[in-house]
Protein backbone atom coordinates (compact mmCIF):
# COMPACT_ATOMS: atom_id res chain seq x y z
CA UNK A 1 0.00 0.00 0.00
CA UNK A 2 1.38 3.49 -0.76
CA UNK A 3 2.35 6.08 1.80
CA UNK A 4 -0.66 8.19 0.23
CA UNK A 5 -3.23 6.05 0.73
CA UNK A 6 -1.97 4.51 4.07
CA UNK A 7 -2.60 8.08 5.17
CA UNK A 8 -6.09 8.08 4.15
CA UNK A 9 -7.05 4.77 5.27
CA UNK A 10 -5.21 5.91 9.02
CA UNK A 11 -7.62 9.05 8.88
CA UNK A 12 -10.50 7.26 8.05
CA UNK A 13 -10.29 4.61 10.69
CA UNK A 14 -9.49 7.26 13.68
CA UNK A 15 -12.64 9.36 12.53
CA UNK A 16 -15.06 6.19 11.68
CA UNK A 17 -16.01 5.79 15.03
CA UNK A 18 -16.02 9.55 16.04
CA UNK A 19 -19.05 11.41 16.28
CA UNK A 20 -19.58 14.84 18.71
CA UNK A 21 -23.19 15.36 20.42
CA UNK A 22 -25.19 18.11 18.65
CA UNK A 23 -24.15 21.54 20.05
CA UNK A 24 -26.98 23.23 22.18
CA UNK A 25 -28.65 25.69 21.19
CA UNK A 26 -27.41 28.13 23.31
CA UNK A 27 -23.77 26.89 22.99
CA UNK A 28 -21.48 24.59 24.98
CA UNK A 29 -19.82 27.65 27.08
CA UNK A 30 -23.41 28.43 28.81
CA UNK A 31 -24.29 24.82 28.81
CA UNK A 32 -21.74 23.92 30.85
CA UNK A 33 -21.91 27.29 33.17
CA UNK A 34 -25.40 26.51 34.01
CA UNK A 35 -24.69 22.65 34.48
CA UNK A 36 -22.22 23.68 37.27
CA UNK A 37 -24.15 26.18 38.91
CA UNK A 38 -21.72 29.18 38.05
CA UNK A 39 -22.60 33.18 36.95
CA UNK A 40 -21.68 34.62 34.32
CA UNK A 41 -20.18 36.93 36.82
CA UNK A 42 -18.12 33.77 38.30
CA UNK A 43 -16.95 32.90 34.92
CA UNK A 44 -16.24 36.06 33.80
CA UNK A 45 -13.75 36.58 36.98
CA UNK A 46 -12.23 32.88 36.20
CA UNK A 47 -11.34 34.13 32.45
CA UNK A 48 -10.50 37.21 33.91
CA UNK A 49 -12.79 39.37 31.30
CA UNK A 50 -15.77 41.84 32.32
CA UNK A 51 -19.31 40.16 32.58
CA UNK A 52 -20.30 41.40 29.72
CA UNK A 53 -17.51 40.28 27.38
CA UNK A 54 -18.40 36.81 28.65
CA UNK A 55 -21.95 36.91 27.61
CA UNK A 56 -20.82 38.47 24.15
CA UNK A 57 -19.00 35.13 23.97
CA UNK A 58 -21.56 32.98 24.94
CA UNK A 59 -23.52 34.70 22.27
CA UNK A 60 -20.62 34.66 19.18
CA UNK A 61 -20.62 31.01 20.26
CA UNK A 62 -24.28 31.02 19.53
CA UNK A 63 -24.07 32.77 16.82
CA UNK A 64 -21.13 30.26 15.24
CA UNK A 65 -18.61 33.21 15.06
CA UNK A 66 -16.37 32.21 18.11
CA UNK A 67 -12.42 31.53 17.68
CA UNK A 68 -11.07 28.41 18.73
CA UNK A 69 -8.82 29.85 20.94
CA UNK A 70 -11.69 32.01 22.93
CA UNK A 71 -12.78 28.33 23.27
CA UNK A 72 -10.38 26.96 24.31
CA UNK A 73 -9.81 29.96 26.58
CA UNK A 74 -13.22 29.51 27.98
CA UNK A 75 -12.96 26.06 28.39
CA UNK A 76 -10.29 26.01 30.24
CA UNK A 77 -11.77 28.37 32.38
CA UNK A 78 -14.56 25.51 32.96
CA UNK A 79 -11.81 22.58 33.20
CA UNK A 80 -12.86 21.30 30.34
CA UNK A 81 -11.16 20.29 26.89
CA UNK A 82 -11.82 21.31 23.58
CA UNK A 83 -12.14 18.30 21.10
CA UNK A 84 -12.26 19.88 17.27
CA UNK A 85 -12.81 17.50 14.36
CA UNK A 86 -13.58 17.46 10.68
CA UNK A 87 -16.10 13.93 10.51
CA UNK A 88 -16.28 13.24 6.90
CA UNK A 89 -19.96 12.22 5.38
CA UNK A 90 -18.41 9.52 3.55
CA UNK A 91 -14.83 7.47 3.48
CA UNK A 92 -12.03 9.72 2.64
CA UNK A 93 -10.42 6.33 0.26
CA UNK A 94 -13.80 6.86 -1.22
CA UNK A 95 -13.98 10.28 -2.21
CA UNK A 96 -10.34 10.03 -3.70
CA UNK A 97 -11.29 7.04 -5.93
CA UNK A 98 -14.26 8.82 -6.98
CA UNK A 99 -12.72 11.67 -8.42
CA UNK A 100 -9.41 9.58 -9.84
CA UNK A 101 -12.57 8.27 -12.06
CA UNK A 102 -13.88 11.37 -12.88
CA UNK A 103 -10.27 12.53 -13.74
CA UNK A 104 -9.86 9.29 -15.66
CA UNK A 105 -12.76 9.76 -17.77
CA UNK A 106 -12.14 13.19 -18.61
CA UNK A 107 -8.42 11.96 -19.67
CA UNK A 108 -10.09 8.75 -21.96
CA UNK A 109 -12.81 11.21 -23.44
CA UNK A 110 -9.94 13.88 -24.77
CA UNK A 111 -8.19 11.11 -25.82
CA UNK A 112 -11.36 9.62 -27.58
CA UNK A 113 -12.45 12.86 -29.28
CA UNK A 114 -8.84 13.06 -30.93
CA UNK A 115 -8.86 9.87 -32.53
CA UNK A 116 -12.07 10.34 -34.20
Given at each position: ?47 QISQSTLVAL ?30 PRTPLLKKVE ?19
Amino acid sequence: MDIKKLRITQVDKAVKSASAPPRPLNGWIQAIRTALGMTTRQLAERMQISQSTLVALEKSEANDKITLQSLRRAANALDCDVQYTFIPRTPLLKKVEDRAQVLARKHVERGWHSMR
